[in-house]
T-cell receptor, first 111, second 114 residues
Framework: DQQVKQNSPSLSVQEGRISILNCDYT??????FLWYKKYPAEGPTFLIS?????DKNEDGRFTVFLNKSAKHLSLHIVPSQPGDSAVYFC??????????FGAGTQVVVTP | DAGVIQSPRHEVTEMGQEVTLRCKPI?????LFWYRQTMMRGLELLIY????????DSGMPEDRFSAKMPNASFSTLKIQPSEPRDSAVYFC????????????FGDGTRLSIL
């Protein structure tokens, strides 16, 4: 069963605007959440993470929000840049460290 | 710093042949993970090691798959005999410890079984 879900397979956003990617999870034991970015023919690259004791973490243009009661997290990218065009994976883990990945969202940033 | 190194980057072979994928983790990382990415199942964990010892291989699809880590700087994933449905991208990742540390991925091996 898919414990981490990214229901939007794709997202198109104009350069300079905000990109919002969403992720839902079902396992209440998850306590650490990550976002990875992936370009074609490359491995996923770690982007940003958040612990379950926080509800927000910010790193430059990237902010991740966690809503534990709703079992929902989101990634905000602002402003979006052409180099942000990639597939973004949401991942979650419990204390055992096994990552569960979502299916990914393809982001296209247009000029 | 060198990242996770995987070889080969591409492998094309015929059904029934043995396939060996290789991974060199980041030095000092205690955990090593093997993933498979397919269109149908996305990114799924196959097996992971801690200090060279296999900890969880519940994701290994069949007995045709095996993985070893003879030392801290090298791991292999072997498929014998290979089948067309094994065609996928296989990723290796490593991390300093489990839990709240991001895993660092190699660039993967694209495997095609004809």
């Amino acid at each position: 069963d898919q414990q981490v879900k990214q229901n939007s397979p794709s997202l198109s956003v104009q350069e300079g605007r905000i990109s919002i990617l969403n992720c839902d999870y079902t396992n209440s034991m998850f306590d650490y959440f990550l976002w990875y970015k992936k370009y074609p023919a490359e491995g996923p690259t770690f982007l940003i993470s958040i612990s379950s004791i926080k509800d927000k973490n910010e790193d430059g243009r990237f902010t991740v929000f966690l809503n534990k009661s709703a079992k929902h997290l989101s990634l905000h990218i602002v402003p979006s840049q052409p180099g942000d065009s990639a597939v973004y994976f949401c991942a979650a883990t419990d204390s055992w460290g096994k990552l569960q990945f979502g299916a990914g969202t393809q982001v296209v940033v247009t000029p | 710093d060198a990242g996770v190194i995987q070889s080969p980057r591409h492998e094309v072979t015929e059904m029934g042949q043995e396939v060996t994928l290789r991974c060199k983790p980041i030095s000092g990382h205690d955990y090593l993970f093997w993933y498979r990415q397919t269109m149908m199942r996305g990114l799924e964990l196959l097996i992971y090691f801690n200090n060279n010892v296999p900890i969880d291989d519940s994701g290994m699809p069949e007995d045709r798959f095996s993985a070893k880590m003879p030392n801290a700087s090298f791991s292999t994933l072997k498929i014998q005999p290979s089948e067309p449905r094994d065609s996928a991208v296989y990723f290796c990742a490593s991390s300093p410890n489990r839990g709240n540390q991001p895993q660092h991925f190699g660039d993967g091996t694209r495997l095609s079984i004809l």
